[in-house]
């Protein structure tokens, strides 16, 4: 019999499916072929039908879906624990917003991304949801490494210039949508900020022009006490309510944190489909609160996982965010039972991809899929003995333990090395920019 | 002039002292003469001034003092994921305490803690405090990996045999302390499980022996919510003024968890300087509750920091713990001021020395203390760039970012390679075993 061709074969692993069965194959193996999975079966089945231009030794680790992280702004890395242990109001205002001011130029951005994306390809990250200006940079800086995202320029208007900036923005939204329209990689979003720092008009606007576009809406939502009180206050709504009202709640929205809701907000959610990014240790670090996520997920609500930018985490490591997660939510509702690791996983994975609007190409390993695979090792004492491979990927492992990524069938990070790009490179340019900012900063440099 | 002759001098880092002043010196370098500390300093005057029999490039790294894990329970790294997302009853009754019963004998804790200290030297933990049984193979793991430790036999024990148990316990605990004598690395706590696992009898029978001996007392305290309310209903006490009432509680008590408490609890910690060992992770995973470190604090009370066993965690990374430490505290406050890096750093090193009597000896880097210290590599996109050295410890970091760790002048990891075992060999055993355990416990593998 004939061997089908293949590009690679990814070998010698489990292989955690995340498909609907939650199939795991302890001895298995993935074909890729044009970027895209031919075939996920045991090992000798692949063996014995595929031919592989390439092959790949997972070493017994696992070889499962990469992590999808539904909501960044990359180029804050280079903000990394410039302002930590601040009061969240001095932390923007004080910090965030003068310096993203003075230094935040398009160069800067570009750096800040290959920076992150470097960090993801190295932990795992195959899919990023990224909002924040210069996003023609992200994007570049993305398919340099060969990561996947959803890029999108963060819309902030409000009052006498929001019609100015909303056309600047819309503009800057179809160059986005023109200059990927081939990317296998990049696609857009539209990305309005927020509630409070966006016009009812300019959200509504927003969400038409999405619409007509058949783009992602993408808001951050509910984070803070101050934005939950201020709405109700000035319009009698919890901010998900006045969502609702002004009509941009629908299937395709995104929304980002919603940890201050009222009881009716997650029926609100259910009812238009909106999607959640939850950003646990985001929400910890800057005081914000603890999103209701058992309730979500208890309503059918699908929820991912963000890391939010790396100035409020501090790192883009999905791991540690699935292990917050699951920590906060079992602690929080002090009930171990309340939130499993294998949720968490459906989480940083398939949960990821609907999420994005991208369940039927990516967030499982499946015939058909594209082919963004990472694998990682288990020969290390902190994951040893293994018992649960849910319970080790969530509550064990770390990015570091990521030996190998590839996206849309490419490898762009083998055993620990980016392929793409001069990692040494980008981390000096980051630091020479850094440079810069810590003057700019006087930062506590202690 | 004549050089001083040292062992080791590590040069080319970032001097973390976490002395009274928090010095930090840039570029600085430490020396090491017999086991102890002899030179901190910019690297000019060290290199000035002492002769080095071996040099360690830190190759710009932090040089820090070595992380101290005061609640552990090592042997149950066997354990590790074999009972995840279950309620608390039937994690202890239907998995941890028929699997230690069947499978914990003393080659079982001997495996088992070597793959801890293993992991702890990888991770940078150069101290622990550990609580469970056959604790000389705990020992003798630690003295063959060459981790620093205080051990001790859990005592469990209540009704009619509880006074056999005890002259049990007390006769291993003597012969503890006679193996361990002249143990550069060992010394020896008295280590009573709980106030719900032991009488009032044994509790104070048990604290009169340690005070005579001189040896420090640790027990689980108002771990979770119905120890606290059992408690309330039999003693119209809480735990705390319980052993309060038993007069047990003084400045050589090592108190782990401490969750659950009335407002006056904390003023009796004060009051009589019980140490806390706190255990964020452990807490949030069995959906105990969060411990109200905050207030401990600003009460003035020693507070630090322990992974409790892997089964409940599910490293013993004190990385992780630090984040999760700050984050939870953070965020149970709704203020991102509320427990800053700085202060978990403390936690993990200085507090936890004076928690386990050792101020004078570990904890920080001066002339005059042991010389346990660990290298952090910083030369990664998730440390990169840098604006506040315990900011990125405790935010970015984690153990696998260790490079190198010395304990009592030894170096017993180098470039993330244990020194005195084999490594393989160590992963071989406990995997060994816990083929018997996984058959042995039906446990979920998914």
Known sequence: MKKIKSDIIIENGVVLTVDENDTIIKKGAVAVLDGKIIGVDEEATIKE??????????????????????????????????????SLNSWLRDYIFPL???????????????????????????????????????GRAAEKIGIRGVIGEGIVASGKD??????????????????????????????????????????????????????????????TEEEFSDFKKSEGLTPTQYLEKLGVLDGSTLAAHCVWMEDGDSDIFKKHEVKISHCPQSNMKL??????????????????????????????DMFSEMKAAALLAKVNNQDPQAFSAKEAVHMATIKGAEALG?????????????????????????LTPIYNYYSHLVYCANGTDVETSIVDGRVVMLNKRIKNADLADIMKKANFIATKIKKGAQARIT
Not at 114 to 128: D, I, K, V
Not at 288 to 316: C, E, H, M, Q, Y
Not at 361 to 380: F, P, R
Request: aromatic share 6%; hydrophobic share 40%; glycine share 8%.
């Open 162 to 223: 929001e019609e100015k900036i909303w056309q600047k923005k819309k503009e800057l939204t179809t160059e986005l949508v023109k200059k990927f329209s081939r990317s296998k990689l990049i696609s857009i979003g539209v990305k309005p900020h927020s509630p409070y720092t966006c016009s009812g008009k300019i959200l509504q606007k927003a969400k038409k022009f999405s619409k007509e576009r058949g783009l992602l809406y993408v808001v951050h939502l509910a984070e």
């Open 358 to 382: 991208k369940k039927a190409e990516i967030g499982s390993l499946k015939v058909g899929k594209k082919a963004d695979i990472i694998i990682v090792g288990l020969d290390k004492p902190h």
């Open 287 to 316: 005081g914000s609160g603890i999103a209701p996520v058992v309730k979500f997920l208890k309503k059918g609500i699908i929820v991912s996982l963000g890391t939010d930018g790396a100035a409020s985490n501090n790192t883009l």
């Open 49 to 86: 039908n595929f031919s592989a231009a390439k092959k790949i030794d997972a070493k017994e680790g696992i070889i499962m879906p990469g992590l999808i992280n539904t909501h960044t702004h990359l180029a804050m890395s280079l903000l990394r624990g410039v302002a930590d242990d601040v």
């Open 100 to 138: 993203e001011e003075q230094f935040m130029d398009k160069t800067s951005v570009y750096a800040g991304s290959m920076l992150s994306c470097a960090e993801m390809a190295l932990s795992g990250t195959t899919t990023f949801c990224d909002m924040y200006f210069f996003e023609k940079e992200v």
